[in-house]
T-cell receptor, first 112, second 114 residues
Framework: EAAVTQSPRSKVAVTGGKVTLSCHQTNNHDYMYWYRQDTGHGLRLIHYSYVADSTEKGDIPDGYKASRPSQENFSLILELASLSQTAVYFC???????????FGPGTRLTVL | AQKVTQTQTSISVMEKTTVTMDCVYETQDSSYFLFWYKQTASGEIVFLIRQDSYKKENATVGHYSLNFQKPKSSIGLIITATQIEDSAVYFCAIMNNYAQGLTFGLGTRVSVFP
């Protein structure tokens, strides 16, 4: 069974502060993804990566950076958090680009 | 750009009956991949079933099956013999031929009553 973990599970941040969300997978998957979920917008792709040390922009990358230091780890970085970035963030991994994705439990981020 | 539309916001059904959910997609690609996911009340997102655009046969996994109508850009999800634990939000998603992540619809909330 795929195992994707995220930390922290919940976080409160201040506007203008830096936030780092972490994702770890133990499935030996090459592909990893970051999505955000908002009421009314569903799930939207922020960044993704298909190999360590390389990241790609998704559909809504503005205001976010990503880092993939190893195959197992994928981080999402908010350099200057804003109110509009309050959302639930999900990490996912897949063995191949076209394969089904396994999602982590999500991180609820509140920016005040 | 790809787009996924799920017009049904919510559906209520009695246990042990069949529920059908609609999904219409837009894509410029000739080859693509369609997925259905389920999000439970706890927030967990679980993969259910997929359909590759080049396959004519409808995919079936357990009590989940798809109604793929390529000329209509439609991929409906059918759940037979529903159970209380099928109560969840169901998302339709598409991935293009370049494996650039998923584009999701807004979801359909299904409530199964005893």
């Amino acid at each position: 069974e795929a195992a994707v973990t995220q930390s922290p599970r919940s976080k409160v941040a201040v506007t203008g502060g830096k936030v780092t969300l972490s994702c770890h997978q133990t499935n030996n998957h090459d592909y990893m993804y970051w999505y955000r979920q908002d009421t009314g917008h569903g799930l939207r792709l922020i960044h993704y990566s298909y190999v360590a040390d390389s990241t790609e922009k998704g559909d809504i990358p503005d205001g976010y950076k990503a880092s993939r230091p190893s195959q197992e780890n994928f981080s999402l970085i908010l350099e200057l958090a804003s109110l509009s970035q309050t959302a639930v963030y999900f990490c996912a991994s897949s063995s191949q680009g076209y394969a089904e994705q396994f999602f982590g439990p999500g991180t609820r981020l509140t920016v005040l | 750009a790809q787009k996924v539309t799920q017009t049904q916001t919510s559906i209520s059904v009695m246990e042990k009956t069949t529920v059908t959910m609609d999904c219409v997609y837009e894509t410029q690609d000739s080859s693509y991949f369609l997925f259905w996911y389920k999000q439970t009340a706890s927030g967990e997102i679980v993969f259910l079933i997929r359909q590759d655009s080049y396959k004519k046969e409808n995919a079936t996994v357990g009590h989940y099956s798809l109604n793929f109508q390529k000329p209509k850009s439609s991929i409906g999800l059918i759940i037979t013999a529903t159970q209380i634990e099928d109560s969840a939000v169901y998302f339709c998603a598409i991935m293009n031929n370049y494996a650039q992540g998923l584009t999701f619809g807004l979801g359909t909330r299904v409530s199964v009553f005893p």
